[in-house]
């Protein structure tokens, strides 16, 4: 990630001389070399990018404006097995009515495998549950760090406010 001309992080959010671009589950991050070398097993390089590297195209980092307006509520594996089971359907019948395999449906009961916006609004719909919540109202992007119009988020400040919320 670059502002200016110096990079930074996108999980940790330090700055850094290089970062390396990569693919994680669907999602593209720019990381530092320690972060990079806690998730290399389970990333593809995309490319490394130094900071003299000079390129037109520069990449910004996420404002809370930028955030998703809606999430999966935590206990959606609950609500999905309760759900299922009070239509007296098996995990079979559901993966058939939602063109997934079985085992998507059997991880997103067991609480290993978040379903996307798309799967949850799915869900939603085959079994009456509600699975989504809106993440941020309006008029709330900056009131974690007061009125700072420059306010930006790194990966660890959403992980924080999520732990603050679960605990409120």
Known sequence: MRRGEELYCEMCGRKTNNVTQVN???????????????????AKVIKQQQKKFNSK???????????????????????????????HM??????????????IVKRFE???????????????????ISLITKNFEEGTDNQLEGNDDEFELTLGDIVNIRNKVRKN
């Not at 098996?90 to 085992?103: F, H």
């Not at 916006?117 to 085959?126: D, G, N, R, V, Y």
């Open 24 to 42: 994680i589950e669907g999602a593209t991050l720019s990381l530092c070399d320690i972060c990079y070398n806690k998730v290399k097993s389970d």
């Open 57 to 87: 195209k520069m990449i910004t980092r996420r404002t809370i404006r930028d955030l998703p307006e809606e999430d999966i509520i935590e206990n959606y594996g609950q609500l999905i097995r309760e759900g299922r089971e009070r239509l």
């Open 90 to 103: 098996t995990t079979k019948q559901l993966a058939d009515k939602m063109k997934v395999q079985e085992n």
């Open 110 to 128: 067991s609480g290993k495998l978040r379903p996307t916006l798309e799967q949850a609004k799915s869900l939603e719909k085959i079994l009456n």
